[in-house]
């Protein structure tokens, strides 16, 4: 059996073409990243240091730069934040031309995370919510900012199973309860999406063949060998005009079990690295949730 799965890995390697060096420890899987957090993280926590970036709805397209670079159409539909310039043909570089819909104009990131179906007609989001973070149990100081040009997805857009709530979940507003499945909202409070990101880097690769084997989750406040550089863990949330029943949804990319989120980094780097600074290394809060103005 051990001599199977190496022959498939090494014939997935040639699949690719040879046009990108895949990652040591790629052997895992191709479908989702290295590892989990140890348990979900809820809502804002206003005593985990971090800083908070709101973006409102861009645009919706078919498009994906990461999975399908330069094939417009190609992807199911995606719901599109932070970066206003985001089609199938962006490109790190071609973000620094774009413009924000997030309240830190200095975040020209691009934030993307499937279209939300109801009875065949997508749901126009409400805005999304990034939450910069140490990972669980890690040390806020030692957390390094985002290198410039890294790209991650979060979650298995071809999970057929449930994912762990800790990585994907439901909630209703800023509740602590992660659910598998969309659970009802009442009282105001909007369906939500949330997928939590991996917080520890190798190194050396922006991107993976997979694009996930590049980063791993930390466990017990440590970063897997092989992954020796901890950056923030971000918890990515999509909020919908949705309370009452869920009946007749479902996800561009499959059901509901689906969710997954992308990101690219176009952030300021000197700005990036002064949230980092200014925030997590000093373990306080900043931005909506503490009042304080990122711009």
């Not at 199911?76 to 973000?95: E, P, Y």
């Given at each position: 059996?051990?001599?199977?799965a190496?022959?498939?890995?090494?014939?997935?390697?040639?699949?690719?073409?040879?046009?990108?060096?895949?990652?040591?420890?790629?052997?895992?899987?191709?479908?989702?990243?290295?590892?989990?957090?140890?348990?979900?993280?809820?809502?804002?926590?206003?005593?985990?240091?971090?800083?908070?970036?709101?973006?409102?709805?861009?645009?919706?397209?078919?498009?994906?730069?990461?999975?399908?670079?330069?094939?417009?159409?190609?992807?199911?539909?995606?719901?599109?934040?932070?970066?206003?310039?985001?089609?199938?043909?962006?490109?790190?570089a071609?973000?620094?031309?774009?413009?924000?819909?997030?309240?830190?104009?200095?975040?020209?990131?691009?934030?993307?995370?499937?279209?939300?179906?109801?009875?065949?007609?997508?749901l126009?989001?409400?805005?999304?919510?990034?939450?910069?973070?140490p990972?669980?149990?890690?040390?806020?100081?030692?957390?390094?900012?985002?290198?410039p040009?890294?790209?991650?997805?979060?979650?298995?857009?071809?999970?057929?199973?449930?994912?762990?709530?800790?990585?994907?979940?439901?909630?209703?507003?800023?509740?602590?309860?992660?659910?598998?499945?969309?659970?009802t909202?009442?009282?105001?409070?909007?369906?939500?999406?949330?997928?939590?990101?991996?917080?520890?880097?190798?190194?050396?690769?922006?991107?993976?063949?997979?694009?996930?084997?590049?980063?791993?989750?930390?466990?017990?406040?440590?970063?897997?060998?092989?992954?020796?550089?901890?950056?923030?863990?971000?918890?990515?949330?999509?909020?919908?005009?949705?309370?009452?029943?869920?009946?007749?949804?479902?996800?561009?990319?499959?059901?509901?079990?689906?969710?997954?989120?992308?990101?690219?980094?176009?952030?300021d780097?000197?700005?990036?690295?002064?949230?980092?600074?200014?925030?997590?290394?000093?373990?306080?809060?900043?931005?909506?949730?503490?009042?304080?103005?990122?711009?």
């Amino acid at each position: 059996m051990r001599s199977l799965a190496v022959a498939l890995v090494l014939l997935a390697a040639c699949s690719s073409g040879g046009s990108a060096t895949r990652h040591p420890m790629q052997m895992a899987t191709d479908a989702t990243s290295l590892g989990q957090p140890d348990e979900p993280i809820a809502g804002p926590q206003g005593g985990v240091p971090q800083f908070v970036v709101e973006c409102t709805y861009s645009h919706a397209a078919s498009d994906d730069p990461i999975v399908y670079p330069g094939q417009p159409g190609r992807s199911h539909l995606h719901v599109f934040f932070g970066n206003t310039t985001v089609d199938a043909h962006t490109t790190i570089a071609s973000l620094a031309g774009g413009g924000t819909t997030c309240d830190q104009q200095l975040d020209k990131a691009a934030y993307w995370a499937p279209a939300l179906l109801k009875d065949n007609q997508m749901l126009t989001p409400v805005k999304s919510t990034a939450y910069y973070r140490p990972g669980i149990a890690v040390d806020p100081t030692t957390v390094q900012p985002f290198p410039p040009g890294l790209v991650m997805i979060a979650g298995n857009a071809g999970a057929t199973r449930d994912q762990p709530v800790s990585i994907v979940a439901w909630t209703c507003g800023t509740g602590s309860e992660r659910d598998v499945l969309p659970p009802t909202c009442g009282g105001g409070r909007d369906l939500r999406l949330v997928v939590t990101f991996p917080d520890c880097w190798d190194g050396v690769h922006l991107d993976s063949p997979n694009h996930h084997t590049h980063v791993a989750y930390s466990s017990k406040g440590s970063c897997p060998t092989g992954y020796p550089v901890p950056i923030p863990q971000l918890q990515f949330s999509v909020e919908y005009p949705v309370s009452g029943p869920t009946d007749g949804m479902v996800l561009a990319s499959g059901g509901l079990t689906s969710g997954h989120a992308d990101f690219m980094n176009g952030w300021d780097q000197k700005k990036l690295t002064d949230e980092v600074d200014l925030c997590l290394h000093r373990k306080v809060v900043c931005g909506v949730t503490s009042g304080r103005k990122t711009g």
